[in-house]
């Protein structure tokens, strides 16, 4: 069982930065793979990007390259989504999420678990 809890999502201008957090429990976060995706209004839920269990290796939607970076500190149970450069379409509901089979999957349907969304408002 895992319980992902997310934060730090907020209204900000375009080109501002935000800072999203996961928090974890329940199963030892080191094990599985983690992802952060979003979702806007009348869309599907899509990718942003993923860790592998150690932290070592990344993989991003091309969306996002360049602006967003992936981390995640299995010793304090986090992951962190820290997003510069915002624009407008990337306003969504953002959720974290974790595979327990692996990491990097750019599916929803890979994922075990979620968390409850954090929302992210960008204006122009």
């Known amino acids: 069982q895992v319980r992902l809890v997310e934060s730090g999502g907020g209204l900000v201008q375009a080109g501002g930065s935000l800072r999203l957090s996961c928090a974890a429990s329940?199963?030892?976060?080191?094990?599985?793979?983690v992802a952060w995706f979003r979702q806007a209004p009348g869309k599907e839920r899509e990718f942003v990007a993923a860790?592998?269990?150690?932290?070592?290796?990344?993989n991003y939607a091309d969306s996002v390259k360049g602006r967003f970076t992936i981390s995640r500190d299995n010793a304090k149970n986090a992951m962190y989504l820290q997003m510069n450069n915002l624009k407008p379409e990337d306003t969504a509901v953002y959720y974290c999420?974790?595979?327990?089979?692996?990491?990097?999957?750019?599916?929803?349907?890979?994922?075990?678990?979620w968390g409850q969304g954090t929302q992210v408002t960008v204006s122009s």
């Open positions: 999420a974790a595979d327990l089979a692996g990491w990097g999957a750019p599916t929803a349907d890979e994922y075990d678990y």
């Open positions: 329940g199963r030892t976060f080191s094990s599985y793979g």
């Open positions: 860790i592998s269990l150690s932290g070592g290796s990344t």
